[in-house]
Every structure is written in C-alpha cells, then in structure tokens.
C-alpha cells in the first residue's frame, strides 16, 4: 500500500472516529431521540452527506461507538490463538472475551444501549459485522483457500452472537424496562456451544486434506 492510501485509510477511521464518539456525547447529553444526524455531523465538524457515507441512522453510529473495531478485534484474537488450540474452544473464547469486557468508559453506554428499543435493535444487529474478518481468520486457520466453509461457519457464530446478545437485552418487564440478567459470557457460551461439532468436523477435514 502507497502512503497515499495509507493516508485516505487513517482519515477515513479517523472521521468514523469522531462521528460515533460525537454521536454518543449527544445521545448521552441530551437522549438519543433528540439527536439528529445533523447534530452529530457539526459536533464531528463534518456535512451531513459525509456522516452517510459512514452510517445509516443515528442509532448504528450511537451504538459504533461501543462496538468500535470489535470485529477487528474477535478475529485477531482467533488469530493470535496457538496453532494446536482448538477451532472451537479459539472460536468461543475470542467472542466471549471480547463481547464481555466493555471497559469503563463504555459502561453508561450500555446503560444507554438497554434502556432504548432502538438502540437494542441496533447493537444486537451489529453482530453481523464480525462474520468478514471473522471468515478471513478461520480460513486461515483451517488453511483453505476457498473460504466457503469458513463462511457459513463465520456466519453461524454470528447468528449465535445475536442470539445470546437479544436474549441479554430483551425487556425483562411490561414497562420495556431492560434489566440483563445472568451472565452475558454464559449466554455467549450456551449459544455458541451447538456450533462445536461443525468447527470439529470443519478441522478435522482440513486436518486429514494437508
């Protein structure tokens, strides 16, 4: 890559940067329903239009500002795992630690998160943003050149992250009011545990293929 890439690359995170962390100072300052893209956009000193170019709705960049590179992350903790480790047990361990560990800033985040319909939509719909990266990593460990394997794979650890993170925030009373209960690794775990015999049988395959 030319630096003139590089360059256009590194402003183009840093403008999703300012956009998401803009987009949660309002929502957190004023409440989501009283933000507007045109808001976020001036906060972020960029126009409107540019802000589409970036996110669809205020809620995915309220929500981006919490799951930010979280994709990224999932499948690099599945690369980093050792050699021998695995598939499955990688697999679940990179979502679990990377879905269970918001830090501290992001806390009021989630407060935020749970408490608007919304933004729960949003935030378990962004799920679906680790299964790219995530088919590229286990290509990569299963060692196949024609990823459809690690894409349906990809795909279902998604859809198991949804579903633990939908039954996570799902309103827990008749007023809507969310309160999580349980363990969110737990529910992780549980969703995910159905998919271990395709990531045996996916390595054993690519095993006995080398």
Do not use: C
């Not at 309002?26 to 239009?49: C, F, N, Q, T, Y």
């Not at 930010?68 to 690369?79: F, G, P, Q």
């Not at 299963?142 to 992250?161: F, H, K, Q, Y």
Request: glycine fraction near 4%; avoid cysteine.
């Amino acid at each position: 890559m030319t630096e003139r890439p590089r360059l256009r690359e590194r402003k183009k995170q840093a403008t999703r940067r300012a956009l998401r962390e803009a987009a949660l100072r309002l929502a957190l300052r004023h409440g989501p329903d009283k933000v507007r893209v045109d808001d976020i956009a001036e906060a972020a000193g960029v126009s409107p239009r540019t802000y589409n170019n970036y996110f669809s709705s205020r809620e995915q960049a309220i929500v981006a500002a919490v799951t930010a590179e979280r994709e990224e992350r999932v499948a690099a903790a599945v690369t980093a795992r050792p050699a021998d480790a695995g598939l499955a047990d990688t697999v679940i361990e990179a979502i679990v630690e990377q879905y269970t560990d918001p830090g501290e800033d992001h806390r009021d985040a989630l407060i935020l998160i749970t408490t608007h319909p919304a933004l729960r939509a949003a935030f378990v719909g962004a799920a679906t943003d680790i299964e790219p990266p995530l088919t590229t990593a286990i290509a990569a460990r299963l060692g196949d050149p024609e990823p459809t394997t690690a894409r349906v794979l990809a795909a279902s650890v998604a859809a198991a992250v949804r579903v633990a993170l939908d039954t996570w925030v799902r309103p827990a009373t008749a007023s809507g009011l969310v309160l999580p209960s349980g363990s969110l690794a737990d529910l992780l775990r549980d969703a995910l545990t159905p998919l271990v015999p395709a990531l045996d049988a996916a390595e054993a395959r690519a095993r006995h293929q080398r």
